[in-house]
């Protein structure tokens, strides 16, 4: 079974093999023209801190970080033979535990990935032979919009539903719009919230209704990133289905999703100059056959 009759997609919009969906719409002509929005070159990073001393925001088990050598050794006398004194670490991560890409590899329905790639094609074995995040490894590079719809509909961070309505008032009044290309940075106060409270919601989060799809797309964008777990609302404020807009997003539409971005500092600036557009870029790890990936995004200003 292919994407939904009726429904937006792109399968077969960049070919039969096309294994970076909407990735295809960061061209280097758009790469170019983002950079023209550098004025001062301070450079804000997206990304939540994981690891030792961090809140874990997500839902995956916390990285296990260890040392191989550290400081403690060498004063004690363990020191090489050639008298170097040295530290040295290793992780063991999941890849999205932070802040992350989603591959599009992740989500898949009716057995089939985007594209119609077969699902079989992610094994434990073999890992994603198709569709995995690494191919996306020479960054992801254009012109970013923050919606900052926390800021303009005043949401519950935990309750809250950004509909097409709001992200429209939103765009209005930051006097910006969305388009082809572009990177959408939806912050929607959930990240600020969570580590506000000793016991926040688990199960509830403010973000993206299902229906916005249809307005994404019309828009043709390259990635939608959000400042919470799933970009979507949860639970899903339009039906029972669990994540429709992850399962629509990625499998019909190849659409880049970012998910525990940090964006208040971002979106304090915005506030303070009244430019809502700026440059974007992330890089994925080169991590060969990966559903997901840690990612650093950078804005540019």
Not at 240 to 264: K, M, N, Q, S, V
Request: charged content about 20%; glycine content about 10%.
């Amino acid at each position: 079974m292919g994407a939904k009759p009726g429904s937006p997609h792109n399968w077969g919009r960049w070919g039969e093999d096309d294994q970076i969906g909407t990735a295809n719409l960061l061209t280097p002509e758009r790469a170019v023209q983002a950079s023209t929005l550098i004025r001062t070159g301070r450079s804000f990073s997206l990304s939540v801190p994981f690891g030792r001393g961090a809140r874990n925001l997500g839902t995956r088990h916390d990285p296990i970080h260890l040392l191989s050598a550290t400081g403690t050794d060498n004063v004690a006398g363990a020191s090489s033979a050639h008298h170097l004194q040295d530290a040295d670490d290793l992780v063991v991560l999941p890849l999205q535990a932070a802040t992350h890409l989603d591959g599009l590899a992740h989500v898949g329905r009716d057995d089939t990935l985007y594209n119609g790639f077969w699902a079989g094609t992610v094994s434990a074995r073999e890992g994603a032979t198709r569709l995995s995040a690494d191919r996306l490894a020479t960054g992801l590079i254009g012109r970013c919009v923050l919606v900052d719809a926390a800021r303009h509909a005043d949401l519950d961070p935990f309750r809250g539903v950004v509909d097409v309505a709001v992200l429209e008032s939103t765009l209005r009044a930051q006097g910006v719009d969305v388009g082809p290309g572009d990177v959408m940075l939806l912050r929607t106060g959930w990240i600020g919230a969570y580590t506000a409270r000793d016991r926040p919601p688990r199960t509830r989060s403010c973000g993206l209704a299902p229906s916005t799809l249809e307005w994404i797309a019309d828009r043709d964008v390259a990635m939608v990133a959000a400042d919470n777990r799933t970009v979507e609302a949860l639970p899903n404020p339009e039906g029972t289905a669990i994540l429709p807009f992850h399962r629509r997003a990625l499998h019909d539409l190849g659409l880049l999703l970012g998910e525990l971005f940090a964006l208040d500092e971002l979106a304090a600036h915005c506030a303070r100059t009244g430019v809502y557009e700026a440059f974007f870029c992330a890089a994925p790890l080169p991590l060969t056959r990966s559903v997901g990936t840690p990612l650093n995004p950078l804005v540019i200003v």
